[in-house]
T-cell receptor, first 113, second 113 residues
Framework: GESVGLHLPTLSVQEGDNSIINCAYSNSASDYFIWYKQESGKGPQFIIDIRSNMDKRQGQRVTVLLNKTVKHLSLQIAATQPGDSAVYFCAESEAGSARQLTFGSGTQLTVLP | ETGVTQTPRHLVMGMTNKKSLKCEQHLGHNAMYWYKQSAKKPLELMFVYNFKEQTENNSVPSRFSPECPNSSHLFLHLHTLQPEDSALYLC????????????FGQGTRLTVV
């Protein structure tokens, strides 16, 4: 069946360094990809999204890269801060609808002082 | 503050109890969702409501019963749950089913004893 997965369950980075969180997907029909951040005790928070007709999109300190050839998605966080410590989920949608979001298991990002 | 409020934040219930989870959104959205989040597993979509009408029931056992009296409120009625139902239950909303950005509440941490 279709799945969305993450390469690593945990990632530790030094404060100030850049973070890269990776995600693989298997559904070739996926046309919309989203990154969510979930801090401890809170619900997932939308970070950034990208459509399949793009390969890069930038936000504030975050960049999402999409490689459709290898079905790979990554989230880059520049100058990682302690407040970035959280679980990061990728999700994909085939029809561009929230009802059809398929979530990955998440990567725990820990920012070291 | 995401504009989606869930109560209670924590709930402990016995297997013979009946309880209800409540979700309220102040965003003027038309679609609302219930998700289940278990440890180390991806978010699982349970139910979808669009304009108060249930549009998806993702093979959820009947011991979970949703109710959507209006576009701003969503309930999840719980009855004779099992210990394996212990999880974080998340409510989300979006402008419509065709809009992918879902806003999540902080969740209800449910423990079934």
């Amino acid at each position: 069946g279709e799945s969305v997965g993450l390469h690593l369950p945990t990632l530790s980075v030094q404060e100030g360094d850049n973070s890269i969180i990776n995600c693989a997907y298997s559904n070739s029909a996926s046309d919309y990809f989203i990154w969510y951040k979930q801090e401890s005790g809170k619900g997932p928070q939308f970070i950034i999204d990208i459509r399949s007709n793009m390969d890069k999109r930038q936000g504030q300190r975050v960049t999402v890269l999409l490689n459709k050839t290898v079905k790979h998605l990554s989230l880059q966080i520049a100058a990682t801060q302690p407040g970035d410590s959280a679980v990061y989920f990728c999700a994909e949608s085939e029809a561009g609808s929230a009802r059809q979001l398929t979530f990955g298991s998440g990567t725990q990002l820990t920012v070291l002082p | 503050e995401t504009g989606v409020t869930q109560t209670p934040r924590h709930l402990v219930m016995g297997m013979t109890n009946k309880k209800s989870l409540k979700c309220e959104q102040h965003l003027g959205h038309n679609a609302m969702y219930w998700y289940k989040q278990s440890a180390k597993k991806p978010l699982e979509l349970m139910f979808v409501y669009n304009f108060k009408e249930q549009t998806e029931n993702n093979s959820v056992p009947s011991r979970f019963s949703p109710e959507c009296p209006n576009s701003s409120h969503l309930f999840l009625h719980l009855h004779t749950l099992q210990p394996e139902d212990s999880a974080l239950y998340l409510c989300a909303s979006s402008r419509g089913e065709g809009n992918t950005e879902a806003f999540f509440g902080q969740g209800t941490r449910l423990t079934v004893v």
